[in-house]
């Protein structure tokens, strides 16, 4: 069964401390890798694809990697609107069952 | 440029009750999938549908219903609203399944009194 892990659950920084949040799957064969951003009370809003090993993908303040095992979302210089909760998913090898991982919540004091 | 919207926003129901959510997308995508979402257990598939007619069943299917006649819609009904439905709903689609990035709506709040 795919399984999709993701740490700390939550974290706390200061603007412009910059961390990085995990994302550790298990898939018979990757298709892909999603990085979401979900708002409270807001469906996810997609941040980036990633479809293999050594692949980085950035966005503003964000920079997504992945590995054979795990993905990494790098935050660099956080500001307060970067406070959300981020989501990684991935698809099976075969089918249509999206797997989520449960979110790290992060919260970017000013 | 709607893109996908969900209605009602929130819903308030009792236990025994049908209760009909609604997604529409304007993208003309083929895919289109029903989650919920629930504190410990994050986003589960319910249903999705590849086109017009065409369903199937997703991680926690048992006490919802969906039918998707035209391709743009996909409503999802809970035929005998039970407390354990509970949550908050999204509808997603896609332009060719689960591989491909899948773009959310706003989200349906139901209690079940």
């Known amino acids: 069964e795919d399984q999709v892990t993701q740490s700390p659950e939550a974290l706390r920084l200061q603007e412009g401390e910059s961390s990085s949040l995990n994302c550790s799957y298990t898939?018979?064969?990757?298709?892909?890798l999603f990085w979401y951003r979900q708002d409270p009370g807001k469906g996810p809003e997609f941040l980036f694809t990633?479809?293999?090993a050594g692949e980085e993908k950035e966005k503003e303040r964000l920079k997504a990697t992945l590995t054979k095992k795990e993905s990494f979302l790098h935050i660099t210089a956080p500001k307060p609107e970067d406070s959300a909760t981020y989501l990684c998913?991935?698809?099976?090898?075969?089918?249509?069952?999206?797997?989520f991982g449960g979110g790290t919540r992060v919260l970017v004091k000013p | 440029d709607a893109g996908i919207t969900q209605s009602p926003r929130y819903k308030i129901t009792e236990t025994g009750r049908q209760v009909t959510l609604m997604c529409h997308q304007t993208?003309?995508?083929?895919?289109m999938f029903w989650y919920r979402q629930d504190l410990g257990h994050g986003l589960r598939l319910i249903y999705y549908?590849?086109?017009?007619?065409?369903?199937d069943k997703g991680e926690v299917p048992d006490g919802y219903v969906v039918s998707r006649s035209k391709t743009e819609n996909f409503p999802l009904t809970l035929e005998s609203a039970t407390r354990s439905q509970t949550s908050v709903y999204f509808c997603?689609?896609?332009?060719?399944?689960?591989?491909?990035?899948?773009?959310f709506g706003p989200g349906t709040r139901l209690t079940v009194l």
């Open positions: 997603a689609s896609s332009d060719s399944g689960s591989a491909d990035t899948q773009y």
């Open positions: 898939v018979s064969g990757l298709r892909g």
């Open positions: 990633l479809y293999s």
């Open positions: 998913a991935v698809p099976p090898a075969a089918g249509n069952k999206l797997t």
């Open positions: 993208w003309s995508h083929s895919y």
């Open positions: 549908s590849a086109a017009a007619d065409i369903t």
